[in-house]
């Protein structure tokens, strides 16, 4: 009988890892697949033109750029994800950060997937948002993975790695780089990813910032690129 209550435990810990896969995997519905975050532009314009040249410019996007950013913010959102108008601060707060039109669009496109594609496990209070509030993507993800049973430290982990898969993916098409190298990418950023995730354990909204211009341009270019396969 005693240990009962630790078999239940290690059922409940079980069903929360198995929906993080869910919502992490990339045939989650959130359209990951349609947005490149600019890397587009970059690799037309020979920025990034092999695994070491795209792991160097994640690498650069997840301590000084918009990926750092949305580890900031997604894990703002999990704190607040109980209280409705912190939270509200922190989605539009959120939506302000977007540094041009596309990449406001994909953070809330993907967001609002995101958001949408999740009620299916019914885990999220449907009146914690109002329907006139965006949900940017780091936003709907910590606000799911909280009510979701996802810890802070998993939740920012998960978070950023479906980021970095969705960039990695990308550049496997546009490159291209095959397969191989694609999980090349992936293992070469497995520490990077966890540094990053340590550096903003303690941050908040008031140090969001980044120095990665020539990202943020390539996110502006893309906009009036004449062959595309991308939204962003």
Not at 148 to 164: D, E, F, H, T, V
Request: glycine share 6%; proline share 4%; aromatic share 10%.
């Amino acid at each position: 009988m005693p240990t009962i209550p630790m078999i239940d435990e290690q059922i409940m810990e079980g069903k929360n890892f198995l929906r993080l896969l869910s919502w992490v995997s990339p045939a989650f519905p959130t359209g990951g697949y349609a947005y490149s975050h600019g890397l587009e532009w970059a690799v037309e314009n020979d920025d990034v033109h092999n695994v070491a040249s795209l792991c160097q410019w994640i690498e650069v996007l997840l301590h000084y750029g918009s990926l750092q950013n949305d580890f900031i913010i997604l894990q703002a959102a999990w704190d607040a994800a109980h209280d409705q108008a912190q939270l509200y601060d922190v989605a539009e707060f959120a939506c302000a950060c977007a540094s041009s039109r596309e990449r406001y669009e994909e953070t809330v496109y993907q967001g609002e997937a995101f958001q949408k594609a999740a009620t299916v496990w019914n885990v999220v209070p449907q009146d914690i948002i109002p329907p006139d509030v965006r949900w940017p993507l780091p936003v709907a993800q910590g606000v799911v993975f909280r009510y979701g049973g996802i810890s802070r430290q998993q939740a920012a982990l998960a978070g950023g790695y479906s980021s970095i898969a969705a960039l990695v993916s990308a550049a496997v098409r546009l490159v291209p780089l095959g397969q191989t190298d694609g999980l090349r990418a992936l293992v070469g950023l497995e520490a990077t990813l966890q540094k990053a995730a340590q550096k903003t354990h303690n941050l908040t909204l008031e140090d969001i910032g980044g120095a990665c211009f020539c990202a943020d341009l390539a996110a502006m270019h893309h906009e009036t690129q004449v062959t595309r396969l991308f939204r962003t």
